[in-house]
């Protein structure tokens, strides 16, 4: 079956850097773009950014582009997503989520990974 | 971006009854090929979202016809009938027609 599973949470100090992983398993990685994002304590759900299938192709919400990086290892069937420069507000669960070709909709998503941001 | 407003934000519904959410967004959202490029997401707490329609009014795997879509250009409306305790969580509209893909505030259906 269709799986995204995420790696374990994180407690970072501002600043750092956090990079979260997304190994899929159950279907053709090489078919599936994945998008993140991610969901603030008691808040709504906020897209990052997303990768699409078969290619290195990555599109942004403007308000993280100049610190996130996202990458797929087709090899690993792993994608990734790398923040930095962690402020306090970047606290929250990060989800991936797969699409078909493209990076959106979102038909499978990944358990989350807690992200905290504490000095 | 484009802003996706929900309403109402709280739901509190009797098991058996009908709920209807709203989701109304900034810009229009059907495509020159015919398609609204909404889609709606469901979360139970605790857990990760899930996918009920996309591309208006396509319905993914394993979504009851109990749930359906409405709506067009820049208002949409999802209906679940014969409300049952696992449809309570928070549903969310979400605009797919352009980056940043951007959400409603989400709809917390409650049992009263």
């Known amino acids: 079956q269709v799986q995204l599973l995420q790696s374990a949470a994180e407690v970072k100090k501002p600043g750092a850097s956090v990079k979260v992983s997304c190994k899929t398993s159950g279907y053709s990685f090489t078919y599936y773009g994945i998008s993140w994002l991610r969901q603030a304590p008691g808040q709504g759900l906020e897209w990052i950014g997303g990768?699409?299938?078969?290619?290195?192709?990555?599109q942004f919400a403007q308000k993280f582009e100049a610190r996130v990086t996202l990458t797929r290892d087709t090899s690993a069937n792993t994608a990734y997503m790398e923040l930095k420069n962690l402020r306090f507000d970047d606290s929250a669960v990060y989800f991936c989520a797969r699409a078909y070709l493209s990076t959106v909709p979102f038909d499978f998503w990944g358990q989350g990974t807690q992200v905290t941001v504490s000095s | 971006d484009i802003v996706m407003t929900q309403s109402p934000l709280f739901l509190p519904v009797t098991p058996g009854e009908a709920a209807s959410i709203s989701c109304r967004s900034s810009?229009?959202?059907?495509?020159?090929?015919?398609?609204?490029?909404v889609d709606w997401y469901f979360q139970k707490p605790g857990q990760s979202p899930q996918l009920l329609f996309y591309?208006?009014?396509n319905r993914a795997s394993g979504v009851p016809d109990r749930l359906s879509v409405s709506g067009s250009g820049t208002d949409f409306t999802l209906k679940i009938s014969r409300l049952e305790a696992d449809d309570v969580g928070t549903y969310y509209c979400m605009q797919s027609l352009q980056t940043p893909y951007t959400f409603g505030q989400g709809t917390k259906l409650e049992i009263k």
């Open positions: 591309l208006g009014s």
């Open positions: 810009q229009n959202l059907l495509d020159d090929n015919g398609y609204n490029y």
């Open positions: 990768i699409r299938a078969n290619s290195d192709e990555t």
